[in-house]
């Protein structure tokens, strides 16, 4: 079976969908398909919470995000693209406020913000702590106004087309009937999101399996910074669900078994009752968990079955700003944990959850491999570099979404016909692979489970929050046994229908590559930036490592200058 | 290769209270509808004079019309009273709290009533 | 002191298309921890007792809206119902009601992804779109908040009796959304050839059962019953009012 689309978006979460509508208004004739593993209001952007940084409020200026998404990432980012971010991020906004985003508003009816961890001024728009599910589902609910997109909901692509350097579309599963598909596409946009899910604790939802960093880096094209791991310090222990740092802006206190603010050993700056911006708890993600790594070490953490804990302590806040603010952290306090954080202590711990690095692309989300783009968490442009702030993902994958949409509109314009044969000789042989090869596993011996853990273990143990030499190597030796021990994954169901048990051995094969990726960045990464953190070297290296690791298949490292513009590297200073 | 149609079950509305007070509610109507036949009979039994009006008095006093009145009359009650609760939710005053639009339509329904009783006992 | 149970049998359908002719419940023990769903359950059955298993999940922590499923007779998000809760056992766990069923837990809602777009849950503005934002109150927001809060979970759907006998019928999510928006201040959209017609709101006979299943609060009953009460009002200046004093 062959379809045809001028471009395909693999992936309709927020920058999935903001793409496809960015095609349909560059170019109202081209025929634009998204493909999505889930229906896309199912997407991990639903699970997004504090907000979305953009500036607007009077006094703030985009050079202040500008410098605070600079030195937030360590000054590992891209000062062009940067600039481009910072400067588009409000219209972005804005639209999706004139599409119906019920953003939070003061009394005077003008959009609310709030502050958030490393930005210097309030600038996070946010809909109460459920940013992400309203920015979702608005977008979400406006394509449906745009009849021209197809969408393929529930379909898992397995493989880019790709002849030459030149990208020619994918070949996809549907998973209701186990229908086969190769679809041909003049450009294929990449907006899978994250791969959390390679850790065996993480905020991502269960779909974070990193497909399409692994379906680009088999199509060639390199991904770019993958050593960089975010951990989020306030995760719920055993469920790995978020807890925003939104509780941290709106006034929350990080308190060790002492309940000591603990961040002030930390040169986070002082505690004071209110919220100091870029001071204490509303200091960079990497920092505070880095600090929590460092409490634990002293004995200063809490003990749970679930690994060490301390608190977040929201009960000065009261019901009133609790409930107005964060009703949903409430609301999983008290289903996860069956605790009222009106009254009481919540656990936390850091958490995998998200990823600085991706598939290498340019500032109009392009990558190396022609046709194929990427935006979105998939995708490093980049403007988080070694530690990304929050708040800024979220407009980051509609800047970036947008952009891509109109590259790849432009792109398919300009194209000369090309053949297409080689495209079609590769979905043949991709359907061969996906029903006779794979039949071997039915003779598999090994649980899939079984694999899947031990490398998510693997990846804690050897690349967690701080890594040295020995942790990475053993690590990138044990990855390289699993995916041999991968050959001899069982698959049980033989069943055409919703098979999940074969979606989930696909995702392992792309995890186990996805894994090994990290590994062998941060093995050659011998320096200390960010969520990069090496006990055997633990300077910042700016002479040597001012620069972009590009990990080209199968893990072979180089490195790709920063661009800087108008910051020169300097001392990241939070809380002085 | 298709899909499990699900059957619903002819006892679907036994299966939960809501669904069974749900069914009662809508077979209200047959009870409302009586009501209404039983109020013309009357008002045609007043028509054609005293001697008419004692005989629908005697008929309706009988056994089975009794008990039918008395059985609806729950009925009756049933529909008023899930009716108004639902007032609060289709009518929504701003500034005004959903009790209290509740306890008007009691309130009207009462003060109803005593205009009709007065009117008719007096 | 008595031993505490440390296992719970979960009664899970299945259903393989091609295979059975109609679907089974098969029984499986699992741990029976505190912190556990019942999704929590079902993974562990996946992962190490039974890979052949069938059902959707992603967030598991009740934003995704994947993992509805009948648990004990009731429409529930099985990240978001606890084993605990259903101590000491046997917890049944099937599809959810009035869906065509795909296979063993995964249920076909292609049918409200029909219906969705019908009701335009999108914003339609008249007029110039303002170059900053629009300006709304908090007041003003709060008029339509809850019926934001849709997840598309599909326990409203499996809840109601009116579904299950008239597929016809738009159903509360759709109709809640089509209200989100009518009810948003920055709207000047008309719903109500789609709203108010047969397949709309008047089917709708309030059982109420899906504003109790909603896990999100978003009481689609009260949605439906408000916008009656609107398409009656207009319908009857339709009638009362000249053409163009209409609004």
Redesign the interface.
């Given at each position: 079976m062959t379809a045809f689309h001028n471009i395909v978006v693999v992936g309709g979460g927020g920058a999935g969908l903001r793409a496809a509508v960015a095609i349909a208004e560059a170019n109202p004739l081209l025929s634009v398909a998204i493909v999505s593993k889930v229906y896309p209001m199912r997407s991990h952007t639903v699970s997004a919470e504090g907000g979305a940084a953009a500036v607007i409020a009077e006094g703030d200026t985009i050079d202040e995000h500008a410098y605070d998404t600079v030195s937030g990432g360590d000054w590992l980012t891209d000062q062009d693209a940067v600039e481009a971010f910072v400067e588009e991020a409000p219209k972005e906004l804005l639209r999706l406020e004139h599409q119906g985003c019920p953003w939070s508003r003061r009394p005077d009816g003008h959009i609310a913000v709030r502050a958030f961890g490393g930005m210097k001024k309030k600038r996070t728009w946010f809909a109460a702590d459920k940013t992400g599910f309203h920015l979702l589902h608005t977008l979400f609910q406006t394509s449906l106004s745009c009849s021209d997109i197809v969408r393929y909901d529930e379909w898992f692509v397995t493989k880019l087309l790709s002849d030459e350097g030149r990208v020619h579309g994918v070949v996809a599963i549907e998973m209701a009937t186990g229908r086969i598909e190769t679809i041909i596409a003049n450009a294929v946009i990449v907006c899978t999101g994250g791969c959390g899910r390679v850790f065996p604790f993480t905020t991502n939802a269960n779909i974070k399996t990193g497909d399409g960093m692994a379906l680009a880096y088999r199509a060639g094209a390199p991904l770019k910074d993958m050593e960089f791991v975010q951990y989020h310090p306030t995760g719920l222990p055993f469920t790995g669900i978020l807890i925003t740092e939104a509780t941290r802006a709106e006034g929350g206190w990080l308190l060790n078994k002492d309940g000591y603010r603990y961040l002030q050993d930390y040169d986070l700056g002082k505690p004071t009752p209110e919220p100091v911006m870029r001071s204490m708890e509303l200091g960079p993600r990497d920092r505070l968990s880095q600090a929590f790594m460092h409490e634990h070490a002293k004995g200063r953490t809490i003990d749970t079955p679930y690994g060490p804990v301390v608190h977040l302590d929201l009960r000065h806040l009261g019901a009133q700003v609790i409930d107005t603010k964060l009703p949903f952290v409430r609301e999983l306090c008290s289903k996860y944990e069956r605790i009222d954080p009106v009254k009481e202590l919540i656990p936390v711990r850091p958490v995998v959850h998200y990823m600085m690095g991706g598939v290498h692309t340019d500032i109009n989300g392009a990558t190396p491999v022609e046709g194929l783009y990427a935006a979105g968490e998939v995708a490093c442009v980049s403007i988080n570099g070694a530690n990304r702030l929050g708040s800024n993902s979220l407009p980051e994958l509609l800047v970036f979404g947008a952009r891509a949409g109109q590259a790849a509109a432009e792109y398919v314009r300009t194209l000369q016909k090309g053949s297409t044969s080689a495209a079609y000789a590769q979905g043949r042989d991709e359907e061969r692979r996906l029903t006779k090869e794979l039949r071997k596993h039915d003779a598999g011996t090994e649980r899939i489970a079984d694999i899947r853990t031990e490398m998510q273990t693997t990846m804690e143990d050897g690349a967690g929050i701080y890594r040295d030499g020995d942790s990475l190597d053993k690590a990138f030796v044990k990855l390289h046994e699993l995916r041999e021990r991968f050959d001899r994954a069982a698959v049980d169901d033989h069943s055409t229908t919703f098979n999940t048990e074969l979606v989930a051995l696909l995702e392992l094969d792309f995890m186990l590559d996805i894994a090994q990726s990290i590994v062998a960045c941060a093995i050659k990464r011998t320096e200390s930036r960010g969520a990069h953190q090496r006990t055997d070297f633990p300077k910042r290296d700016d002479e040597k490592f001012l620069a972009h690791s590009l990990v080209h298949r199968p893990n072979k490292v180089e490195y790709l200058p920063v661009t800087i513009t108008r910051w020169p590297p300097g001392e990241r200073v939070y809380g002085r | 290769m298709s899909a499990y149609r699900q059957p619903v079950s002819t006892f679907w509305w036994l299966h939960q209270w809501s669904y069974l007070l749900f069914v009662l509610r809508e077979l209200s109507s047959v009870f409302v509808a009586w009501f209404v036949v039983y109020l013309l009979l009357a008002v045609s039994a007043i028509a054609d004079g005293p001697a008419a009006y004692q005989d629908f008095v005697a008929w309706s006093g009988g056994g089975w019309v009794l008990v039918l009145n008395v059985v609806a009359l729950a009925f009756v009650l049933l529909h008023a009273v899930t009716w108004f609760a639902l007032a609060p939710k289709a009518m929504v005053v701003p500034h005004v709290p959903p009790w209290v639009v509740l306890v008007g339509h009691y309130l009207a329904w009462a003060v109803l009533s005593a205009a009709v009783a007065w009117l008719v006992l007096r | 002191m008595a031993r505490k149970r440390t296992t719970i049998t979960m009664e899970v359908t299945r259903?393989?298309?091609?295979?059975d002719s109609?679907?089974t419940l098969q029984s499986y023990e699992v741990p029976l921890r505190k912190?556990w769903a019942v999704l929590d359950g079902l993974n562990h059955i996946?992962?190490?007792l039974?890979?052949?298993l069938?059902?959707?999940?992603?967030?598991?922590?009740?934003?995704?809206?994947?993992c509805g499923m009948t648990v004990n007779?009731k429409p529930q998000l099985s990240c978001?119902t606890f084993l605990v809760d259903y101590a000491p056992g046997p917890v049944r766990v099937e599809?959810l009601?009035?869906?065509?069923?795909?296979?063993?837990l995964?249920v076909?809602?292609s049918d409200f992804?029909t219906k969705?777009?019908k009701v335009?849950?999108?914003?339609i503005?008249e007029g110039e779109?303002?170059e900053?934002?629009?300006?709304?109150?908090?007041q003003?927001?709060d008029e339509?908040?809850k019926y934001?809060?849709?997840?598309?979970c599909m326990l409203c759907y499996s809840a109601c009796?009116v579904y299950?006998?008239e597929p016809e019928f738009l159903g509360p999510a759709a109709i809640a959304?089509g209200q989100r928006?009518n009810l948003?201040s920055?709207?000047d959209g008309d719903r109500r050839d789609v709203l108010a017609s047969a397949e709309g709101v008047w089917a709708c006979?309030?059982?109420?059962?899906c504003s109790?299943a909603c896990p999100k609060g978003v009481?689609p009953?009260?949605a439906i019953?408000?916008y009656?009460?609107t398409a009656a009002v207009a319908a009857l200046k339709d009638f009362l009012l000249p053409r163009g004093a209409r609004r």
């Open positions: - | - | 259903f393989r298309p091609g295979e109609e679907p912190e996946k992962d190490h039974d890979g052949t069938s059902y959707r999940w992603s967030c598991r922590m009740g934003i995704c809206g994947s007779g978001a599809p009601r009035n869906f065509p069923v795909i296979r063993d995964v076909d809602i992804m969705l777009p335009k849950p999108w914003l503005h779109t303002p900053g934002e629009f300006l709304q109150t908090p003003e927001m339509y908040k934001s809060m849709c997840i598309n009796p299950a006998l959304l928006y948003d920055r709207d006979t309030f059982v109420g059962e109790t009481d009953a009260g019953q408000r009656k009460l």
